[in-house]
């Protein structure tokens, strides 16, 4: 798969899986106490959020869209002049303050440790 979207169009791909625990999620209460309890300040914290709430998303889209985010994700965190700081994390509640870049390696590896497909 060729890649021509500029980096910061790839940016905004990527992302659209924050969303899943974006203001507008409804995850319900008990997820979201689940979420307010982990401690986002620790790499673990972090990857608990993603292994139960994020990865599930991205393993139920399709195999064409898990693809080519897989593909966006791998080129944005090979690239050491991404603009990070273009994702507004404080845009989403209790991982304002986790960086973009540490959230979305995280997120790599759990899709890579979960295998690109179901």
């Known amino acids: 798969m060729k890649n021509k979207k500029p980096k910061n169009q790839m940016l905004e791909t990527i992302e659209v899986l924050l969303e899943v625990i974006g203001p507008e999620a409804s995850l319900g209460k008990e997820a979201w106490d689940d979420i307010a309890s982990l401690d986002i ?3 673990d ?3 608990t959020l993603v292994r139960n709430y994020v990865l599930p ?4 889209c ?6 080519g985010y897989l593909n966006y994700l791998e080129k944005l965190l090979a690239d050491d002049n991404v603009a990070w700081e273009e994702i507004h ?3 989403y509640p209790y ?6 870049r540490l959230f979305f ?3 790599h590896e759990e899709i890579k440790g979960n295998g690109k497909t179901e």
Request: aromatic letters at 10%; hydrophobic letters at 30%; proline letters at 7%.
């Open 41 to 43: 300040t620790k790499t």
């Open 45 to 47: 914290g972090i990857r």
């Open 57 to 60: 998303y991205y393993l139920a």
């Open 62 to 67: 399709s195999e064409s869209f898990k693809e």
């Open 89 to 91: 994390m404080d845009e």
């Open 95 to 100: 991982i304002e303050d986790v960086p973009p």
């Open 105 to 107: 390696s995280i997120l």
